[in-house]
Each structure stands twice: as C-alpha cells, then as structure tokens.
C-alpha cells in the first residue's frame, strides 16, 4: 500500500525563534550550550539521549503498545519488547535505530537494563516485529526511509501506525509490512481493518483515531488508566458487597440477640408462674 505523504502541516522546521523545533540533543559543552537542535537525520540515526518532539497522543500510543506487548508475551524465554530505545542490528554501515516499539526473539541471555544500546547479534537476539507510530515530525521519514532500513536490518514484519495525530493530509491508519524477496510487502488485514501479531498474540484496531489492542477471543485489552479504573470499580463493589453482609451480619446478631432476650424472659415468667403454683 502506498501511503500519501502530503501533510496537513508542515514538519516542524527549526527556526530562529526556535531552534529546536524537532528536538534537541544534549552536550558536554561548557560554554552555555548544554544543548543542541537535532537535525533532520538524527531523527532517522538517533544518540542516546536525544529528545524529538512528539505528541502527547503519540507517546501514551507508544507506551500502551510496549505495555500490552511486554504483558501478552510474559514467561516466553528470548522474548524482549523495547520502546523508544536504541538498536544495534549489527548491520554493516548502519548506525543504531531507534523503532518506537520492538519485539525480538532469541537465547534469554542476561543483560544489563542500564546499558543505552542493545546489540541484537551480541545477544543472539533477531527481530520479529517493528511499529512505528507517525508523528508530525518523522512521519516522511518513518513512511520514505525507514521501511528500507528495518528490511535490512532483517525485520520481518513491519508496522505503521498512521494516524490523524500523525499529521498526515491523508492518514493511512495501520498498516503492515512482511518481508518479500526484495522488500516488504502488503500485509493483508482482517475485514474489519485489523492486524493480527501472532508473536504477541494482540490484534491491532485505530478507533477514535487512537490505538486499542484486541485478544486472540476479540476481547478489548484496557491500557493502565483504564485497567486501574476497573480494578477501583471492583474493589468498591466488593467493598459495598463486605459491608452489605457485614450490616446483614450484625442485622441478624441483633435480631438474634433480641429472641434469646425474649426467650429467656418467657422462661423466667413461666418459671415464676410455677413457683406461685
């Protein structure tokens, strides 16, 4: 499928009056200038630590995919979901990629979460899946250049998530890539416009120009917020349903109490009526 690369607004471009209109890259510069704008190319070859101006929509997207990911692929050895992090294909002549989420897949050797750079064939790892989300700023890049560059980099299955929030004129929605002989090919999604991963066994639906994740039943999966919504609504219904039986409870101790106080007053009546007989 090919994607419209005309935008409903222009990419941000560095200015004068601001200069980091794309982001900015920190320095050790002892002059003042403990910062620096990105250029256009860092946003294809990014450094640790480097900041690119994204949306709001477009990160809590990010971060909810590499939450359901990391949750769907839980206790399967050699599997690691990274978002926003540096990549090391050990491709020749290419510099680190920085993917919005990534899947890989290999021997579960330990390494060390501090290190700002993971080395794919160091750790004996291979990709599976790459999504890219589109954003004002890199959607030209992320749509023109970077399919090239994960096909390289021997990803197999590449998605875009080509959204309003993307900034696109003609937004694609979400579209999916395999690997063909000498480049990627369509992905074909389901009737209803979903892309199903079977590595982390989530389909993929844009409803309401936003992501959401769907189980292998069809079933939505909520993100954090949500999640923690439900689990407040449950815990307060069982908390009204513990004080509903403990009122009940201490309803019935009273009414109980109050039979074994008549009780005892008829046996004392009848007692007393004996002893006057």
């Known amino acids: 499928m090919k994607l419209d690369l005309e935008?409903?607004?222009?990419?941000?471009?560095?200015t004068a009056d601001d200069p980091f209109a794309r982001g900015w890259r920190h320095t050790d510069r002892r002059d003042g200038q403990w910062r620096v704008p990105l250029a256009e190319d860092d946003l294809l070859y990014p450094q640790e630590g480097d900041f690119v101006v994204n949306n709001a929509a477009h990160n809590d997207d990010r971060e909810h995919l590499v939450a359901v990911f990391r949750e769907r692929t839980v206790g399967k050895d050699g599997i690691r979901v990274f978002g926003d992090h540096l990549i090391d294909f050990g491709v020749e002549g290419m510099p680190n990629l920085g993917p919005d989420v990534i899947v890989l897949n290999g021997e579960p050797r330990p390494w060390n979460r501090n290190v700002a750079v993971f080395p794919v064939k160091a750790m004996g790892a291979r990709p599976l899946i790459v999504v890219e989300l589109t954003s004002p700023t890199t959607r030209k890049k992320d749509l023109a250049e970077k399919p090239g560059l994960?096909?390289?980099a021997g990803v197999p299955i590449y998605v875009l998530i080509d959204l309003f929030y993307g900034g696109g004129k003609n937004p694609g929605g979400i579209v999916a890539?395999?690997?063909?002989?000498t480049g990627y090919e369509d992905l074909p999604p389901e009737p209803n416009g979903w892309v199903w991963l079977e590595v982390v066994e989530v389909f993929l639906a844009a409803e309401d120009d936003r992501i959401v994740c769907y189980d292998r039943d069809r079933q939505r999966i909520g993100n954090y917020t949500e999640l923690c919504l439900q689990r407040r609504a449950a815990l307060s219904v069982a908390s009204t349903a513990r004080t509903e039986a403990e009122t009940a409870r201490d309803a019935e101790k009273v009414r109980a109490d109050a039979e074994r106080q008549r009780a005892d007053a008829a046996e004392r009546k009848t007692l007393e009526l004996e002893a006057e007989l």
């Open 150 to 152: 994960f096909y390289r």
């Open 177 to 181: 890539y395999q690997a063909g002989p």
């Open 7 to 14: 935008m409903a607004e222009p990419a941000p471009v560095p």
